[in-house]
């Protein structure tokens, strides 16, 4: 069994204690981590800022040239990257329809390439005989970045790489159920970024790093992606400097089927958009509402989908859902799926743990089930899909929006021209036709309402490293 260390100022470093991780498929362990505290959340801190000063004036092209040997890094350890993913996250190497450890790691080495190859060049404002005034975009300082065990190593990238890409330096904590995957990239990232670049911190959960993080003096912006109630703590906790911060939060991404569509033709879609990684993805569909006149037929399409997936370990060939990541998220969704079925729910298929090693569960679909139950109105992050009926348009994009979250939606229709209307009036950050959570590294992504602050990818994201700096240079 393989043991992970933290790595700071670019060393590797132990803590007192190691603890385990464990393989979701299995339910056992398969390697061990260092458990961090707070002190070495000081001590990463104290690197990064010591750092900052030279990474921040390094010249743009050599910073632009690093990030690419940072993308040619993971493309030469993909393999080894993409086992330590499943064996950490339970998603399958290849995945439903391609979504899985093998398309982490490739969005991970996009993202890096193509955010390497952004910049914010200097905007000026006027420039006459009397003054030229210029805008600039300056790196923030220390980036603390705390990532989530759903995609735990693309996460990160997309936290580390606009940051490093900005000049900032950083210290990122990935969560105690998937730090392995991570642990190395930062590894093996020390091994082309100046000492204390990209630090690194690990602890268990209730070690306090999380927390020493969030309210550090010493660190200059928060970026996070998780649920929103930590998102809450977090922002809390950074007032003490108003830290800088980009929250992605929770989703309850709703997607709302019009009846020109053909049940049989975009049930497989659907099914895709709600059940890959588990359903364990904040901008998977998670509330479908169909319009009475197609409703039992793609309710029976997406009964078909969910009996015939091939779930298993992730290593395994042809696996298409692997296990929840945890127990705890289980659990979770079990309690979703009975609680549905007491209101009087019906389940088209699953609504059980299958009996077996690992922390697997039925891809479940609910049908006869409306807003103001748990199912609908909260995040469920599984395999469960409530499927809603609706009779006019005005009606369901009421129901979509009714909701605190508003990270994704999606409107399903072959009239093109309303649907686009239609997603328009969705209250989210990112609505999509015909297509439920595509995101790409040149489009802005982030939350409206109680699913975040800020956006990722793109200039508008790499902004979000950055404070403006007016320079006024008066002429006579």
Not at 38 to 59: E, I, L, N
Not at 69 to 81: G, P, R, S, T, V
Request: glycine share 12%; charged share 20%.
């Amino acid at each position: 069994m393989n043991t992970y260390d933290m790595t700071i100022n670019g060393r590797a470093v132990s803590g007192a204690a190691t603890f385990e991780v464990v393989n979701p498929a299995t339910g056992a362990p398969f390697a061990r981590v260092a458990a961090g505290d707070a002190s070495h959340v000081d001590a990463a801190v104290k690197a990064a800022r010591t750092a900052f000063p030279a990474w921040s004036r390094t010249p743009d092209g050599q910073r632009q040239a690093l990030i690419g040997q940072l993308a040619d890094l993971l493309e030469a350890h993909m393999a080894e990257l993409m086992e330590l993913l499943t064996l950490e996250s339970g998603k399958p190497l290849i995945g439903l329809d391609g979504i899985g450890s093998q398309m982490e790691v490739g969005g991970a080495i996009a993202w890096t390439r193509v955010t390497g190859g952004l910049s914010l060049p200097v905007e000026v404002i006027q420039d006459n005989a009397e003054a030229r005034i210029e805008v600039h975009r300056k790196p923030l300082g220390v980036v603390g970045s705390i990532t989530p065990w759903n995609w735990p190593l693309m996460i990160a990238i997309w936290h580390v790489i606009p940051a490093l890409r900005a000049g900032n330096t950083v210290v990122l904590k990935p969560a105690e159920v998937t730090p392995v995957a991570t642990a190395r990239f930062v590894e093996l990232a020390n091994g082309i970024l100046p000492p204390g670049v990209l630090n690194i911190v690990i602890g268990t959960h209730g070690s306090g790093i999380g927390s020493a993080i969030a309210g550090h003096p010493g660190i200059d912006k928060i970026v996070f992606t998780g649920s929103t109630p930590t998102g809450k703590k977090i922002m809390g906790a950074a007032a003490n400097n108003l830290k800088r911060l980009t929250l992605e939060l929770g989703g309850n991404d709703a997607g709302i089927v019009l009846p020109d569509v053909d049940p049989k033709a975009i049930a497989r879609k659907l099914f895709k958009a709600a059940f890959h990684n588990n359903g364990q993805t904040c901008a998977c569909l998670k509330r479908l509402y169909v319009h009475e006149s197609i409703y039992e037929a793609l309710c029976d399409e997406l009964a078909i989908q969910a009996r015939t997936v091939v779930v298993g370990d992730g290593m395994a060939d042809g696996t298409e859902l692997g296990p929840l990541q945890n127990e705890e998220q289980r659990q979770i969704v079990q309690s979703l799926a009975d609680n549905a079925k007491s209101r009087g729910a019906r389940l088209l298929t699953g609504g059980r743990a299958i009996a077996r090693a690992g922390y697997f569960f039925e891809p479940t679909i609910v049908a006869d089930i409306s807003n103001g139950t748990p199912l609908v109105d909260e995040e469920q992050f599984g395999p469960i899909l409530p499927v809603i009926k609706y009779r006019d348009l005005d009606e369901a994009i009421a129901l979509a929006n009714d909701n605190p979250n508003g990270l994704g939606g999606s409107i399903w229709s072959n009239d093109i021209a309303l649907a686009t209307a239609l997603a328009r009036r969705l209250e989210c950050g990112t609505a999509w036709v015909n297509e439920h959570g595509a995101i790409q590294p040149d489009a802005p992504f982030g939350g409206v309402k109680q699913s975040g602050i800020g956006v990722e990818f793109g200039h508008y994201g790499l902004a979000e490293y950055t404070s403006i700096q007016t320079v006024k240079v008066m002429k006579n």
